[in-house]
Every structure is written in structure tokens, then in C-alpha cells.
């Protein structure tokens, strides 16, 4: 069943981000990755979120969402994200 990478994240550096973005695309990808929204947080409307940006990625299930956050590619690019960024990370499943 589908699982989806929802990130939100609060902006430290907009080049950082922009280099670790074009890095991580080609990763998301070779897992089947595929971005279904992005784009700058419209706005709470319950709660507290300090996210300046989010994004959904739709990967084939969630164990293939963990090999590819797991994966040596993905992993090399990790200080390059916290340089860019302050990101929280949360995978769903879609229901049976």
C-alpha cells in the first residue's frame, strides 16, 4: 500500500536548500519517489507549525520510503539538508 513523505521545514539558508533539493530529487526517484504537492505553508488552522515550506511524496510503501531515508545516497546529503534547513519528516500509509 502507498506511503507518503509529508517534510515541513523552517528555511536557514534558500541556496543551501536549492542545492540540497537538486541533489535529493534524483534519490526520491530511484525509489520510486514522486512528489505529489510542495510549496509555502498557506497557513496553520489548527495548532502550532513553525514550517516555512512542506512536501508530499508518494513512494510504493512504506518500507521503500525507509530504504530510500536510509540509502548511502540519501544519507551523504543529510548535512547538506540541515545547512539548508530544520526539517521534520513524518510517513504515513494509506489504509487498507
Do not use: C
Amino acid at each position: 500500500m502507498a506511503a507518503y513523505l509529508i517534510a515541513h521545514a523552517r528555511i536557514k539558508d534558500a541556496a543551501k536548500l536549492q542545492e540540497y533539493s537538486a541533489a535529493a530529487g534524483p534519490t526520491l526517484a530511484a525509489f520510486g519517489g514522486a512528489p505529489v504537492a510542495r510549496g509555502k505553508v498557506a497557513g496553520v488552522l489548527a495548532g502550532q507549525h513553525q514550517g516555512d515550506i512542506a512536501l508530499i511524496v508518494k513512494f510504493p510503501d512504506a518500507d521503500t520510503a525507509r530504504n530510500w531515508y536510509n540509502s548511502p545516497a540519501y544519507q551523504s546529503l543529510i548535512a547538506q539538508r540541515d545547512q539548508g534547513m530544520e526539517p521534520t519528516f513524518v510517513l504515513i500509509e494509506e489504509p487498507n
